[in-house]
């Protein structure tokens, strides 16, 4: 490998990817394959060898359903220890403190926290940090796959080179060209902040830093000499690497193992939540259904949630119309069927889901000419009904722009295994409150329950206890996690609901919650003032 191949995309070891996608992918809900009516036998990925997993194999939901009926009827006959818990929550967690000079930190971000939670196996779900070198701010995002974590892992490692190569400017993208060309070194222009489990590919680093060279090489081109527009930059980085992962799969490669990988990618699919933030100003570009959530702080010390993104699903009116408008009026009413597009897919937008951009011909040539384990597929054969006018998906990004304030303490991402289980008031009161050490007590409710005097006290030691455990946790994305999976109905954790759910075994875990992953960045309140009081 080259030097700048090595510089800008790090290398794992070869036993390292096989843990990537090795072991059997279940379906995302988000397909029809896994939705609620058909949930007690979620068809399977089943993998050709040892490496990578294949799509869906209908013929394996009837032995599928059998082990999930022999879980259910087996009796739990244990629970998990408190430290056993932890462990387990534990597992993935990753912080970062961003340093300071001479003493001082002089950036609005003081550092994030950020946590994953298996569902599916392995977990389909990515996550993302980076400082930007060449320009200023940083990049965190998190991106949940569907259809296997083929798309969600790709993506994970390549946009943010996307996105901080569309921030730089005309003079950077030349230095950089021409020290590729002499065979130079050249600086990284991203600094990773990863937890080991985060992996990158060593196999797919040359094609991918192929295609971001030749995405450097048509700006450069282009020449605009105009400043660089972060919304724009973002905008374009989404919609260049989608199409560069079309590409690379009609393409093809020679080397088989890459071959069957990129078609993997393009055939699986996945949401993206991504921030930049630099200084006071604060970009959301969201694709899909994750999530991004600002906490402020008001002035009797409360808390109050301030979405920074929407939801690109059925439950968003604006979308329904969006897709409606960009098809023939004959396919209005089977455009969105039963809350999903084309009666299958629940996001609007994502990356690969090539099944929903191609043309019917190019599908069938591409699956006929590909490796047996994608031809043999039932999944990637299957087109998707009322396909007249594609492309039914895109990636493009809504971008959301913020300018931060003092009383703006931090901001959530996370991926819709979350925002399944807790709404966003709550998830800011919580983090909040874990921030700060400070605990609004709000009086219990029973939601329509008939409580005992008994119960009641009950309630009030767990609450007490709940607080004197707070800083059990050492990372805020885990302290939510904790409130995500163990909360009862009252919305205090309860420790053998927490061990229930997290001692089901793979077959079952899917059933009651989706993959977990979330970053919790905490803002610089001093130097976001110091910005204020300046201008």
């Known amino acids: 490998m080259s030097a700048p191949t ?102 609005s971000i003081l550092g994030f926290d950020s946590n994953q939670l298996p569902a599916n196996a392995p977990i389909e779900d990515r996550r993302s940090a980076a400082t930007c070198l060449q320009t200023r701010g940083m990049l965190l995002g998190v991106f949940d796959g569907h259809a296997g974590c083929a798309c969600a892992q790709a993506v994970s490692e390549r946009l943010f080179y996307y996105i901080a190569v569309s921030l730089l ?134 808390w109050t949630a301030v979405s920074l993104s929407n939801d690109h699903n059925a439950q968003n ?79 493009e990004p809504e971008v959301i722009h913020h300018r931060l304030r003092p009383q703006d303490k931090f901001l959530v991402l996370a991926t819709d295994g979350l925002w399944e289980t807790m709404h966003r008031q709550d998830v800011v009161r919580i983090v909040g409150e874990y921030l700060t050490g400070v605990h609004h007590q709000q009086p219990i409710a029973v939601g329509g329950y008939k409580v005992t005097l008994g119960q009641m006290q009950g309630l009030l030691m767990e609450r007490r206890a709940r607080i004197s455990s707070v800083f059990e946790d050492q990372n805020a994305a885990t302290h939510l996690i904790r409130h995500a999976v163990g909360n009862n109905e009252f919305g205090v954790v309860d420790h053998e609901r927490l061990s229930k759910m997290l001692s089901l075994p793979e077959e079952l875990a899917r059933m009651y919650r989706d993959d977990i992953t979330i970053i919790v960045v905490q803002f610089n309140s001093h130097v976001i003032g110091a910005y204020q009081n300046q201008e």
């Open 6 to 107: 090595q510089l800008l995309f790090p290398l794992i070891r070869k036993s390292d990817l096989g843990r990537i996608c090795s072991t059997a992918c279940y379906c995302h809900r988000k397909h029809l394959c896994c939705s609620p009516h058909l949930i007690q036998s979620p068809w399977r990925y089943t993998p050709p060898k040892k490496n990578l997993a294949a799509c869906c194999h209908p013929k394996d939901s009837f032995s599928h359903f059998n082990q999930v009926r022999r879980c259910v009827t087996t009796p739990q006959r244990f629970y998990l220890t408190p430290p056993q818990v932890n462990s387990i929550l534990k597992a993935n967690e990753y912080n970062f403190k961003v340093p300071e000079f001479d003493g001082k930190n002089v950036s």
């Open 317 to 395: 009116e604006n979308e329904i119309e969006r897709v409606k408008s960009e098809h023939p009026r004959n396919e209005e009413k089977s455009i969105v069927k039963q809350d999903r597009l084309l009666g299958l897919l629940m996001p609007f937008r994502a990356f690969g889901d090539v099944k929903f951009k191609w043309s019917i011909d190019l599908q069938k040539r591409v699956v006929e000419s590909g490796p047996d384990q994608l031809n043999d597929n039932e999944y990637t054969k299957f087109i998707p009904p009322n396909y007249h006018s594609p492309p039914y998906l895109t990636a």
């Open 169 to 302: 400017p005309h003079e950077t993208l030349l230095e950089i060209e021409n020290a590729v060309e002499s065979g130079r070194a050249l600086l990284p222009i991203l600094q990773w902040h990863k937890h080991p489990n985060d992996y990158f590919s060593k196999e797919a680093s040359k094609l991918y830093f192929s295609s971001l060279r030749t995405y450097w090489q048509e700006l450069i081109d282009l020449n605009t000499n105009e400043t660089t527009d972060v919304k724009e930059a973002l905008i374009n980085a989404f919609k260049r690497l989608d199409n560069d992962l079309s590409l690379e799969a009609q393409v093809g490669d020679p080397n088989s193992f890459l071959n069957y990988w990129v078609l993997r990618v393009a055939f699986s699919g996945a949401t993206a939540c991504v921030a930049h933030i630099d200084g006071v100003d604060l970009h959301v570009a969201n694709t899909g259904d994750s999530r991004a959530l600002l906490g402020v702080q008001e002035d009797d010390g409360s």
